[in-house]
């Protein structure tokens, strides 16, 4: 039981590159999340994905796109990268949205945009 | 808007002491509270998740409270360790729409032996 996974664990953009990290979890959680994490700011939710076939928008979606692409995974698009999002990238399962479900956390992504 | 607060940024105790974590809250309409671990450059980690029915929950050395009214929750260590050193984070789920667990920035704990 692996939890939940990153790949990759670390990345290194140039300005415009694009790339796609990927998430999946072994719990099957319902839901699934993108949290970005910067110093000084805390995590912050790019995105989220109650259910499978569903997404929505979190505190700071702009210049990502994601895909559930089943229950198990839930990826997060970079079209174009730029400096700004240099930052560390967890993604997160939930059994559900109900008040009584922990969210679980994956290792992150270190992503470097240069 | 809810914005959480932990105080203090930064703590250091000697082994084997009890200490207290503190985490405050803008606005009492919450669903849950969650308490996580972070270790230097790795993911978080699970500790308690408070409810907004509930005033506390325990895990062996550690105890967390809620007062919701007064928008403060508290992490207890027993008897510490050094390996608990680590930064602890404060995170509360809001009452209205929107499933974004809201972070504090967390404290740094360091356990010396």
């Known amino acids: 039981n692996a939890g939940v996974t990153q790949t990759p664990k670390f990345q290194v953009l140039k300005t415009g590159q694009s790339m796609t990290l990927q998430c999946a979890q072994d719990m099957n959680h319902n839901s699934m999340y993108w949290y970005r994490q910067d110093p000084g700011m805390g995590l912050r939710l790019i995105y989220y994905?109650?259910?499978?076939?569903?997404?929505d928008k979190g505190e700071v979606p702009n210049g990502y796109n994601v895909s559930r692409l089943n229950k198990r995974e839930f990826s997060l698009r970079l079209e174009s990268a730029a400096p700004s999002q240099t930052s560390v990238y967890f993604c997160a399962s939930s059994q559900g949205l109900a008040a009584s479900y922990e969210q679980y956390f994956g290792p992150g992504t270190r992503l470097t945009v240069t | 808007k809810q914005e959480v607060t932990q105080i203090p940024a930064a703590l250091s105790v000697p082994e084997g002491e009890n200490l207290v974590l503190n985490c405050s809250f803008t606005?009492?309409?919450?669903?849950?509270l969650q308490w996580f671990r972070q270790d230097p450059g790795k993911g978080l980690t699970s500790l308690l998740l408070i409810q907004s029915s509930q005033r506390e929950q325990t895990s062996g050395r550690l105890n967390a409270s809620l007062d919701k009214s007064s928008g403060r929750s508290t992490l207890y260590i027993a008897a510490s360790q050094p390996g608990d050193s680590a930064t602890y984070l404060c995170a509360v789920r809001p009452g209205q729409a929107g499933t974004a667990l809201i972070f504090g920035k967390g404290t740094t704990l360091s356990v010396s032996s």
């Open positions: 994905s109650a259910s499978e076939g569903t997404t």
């Open positions: 606005d009492s309409a919450i669903y849950n």
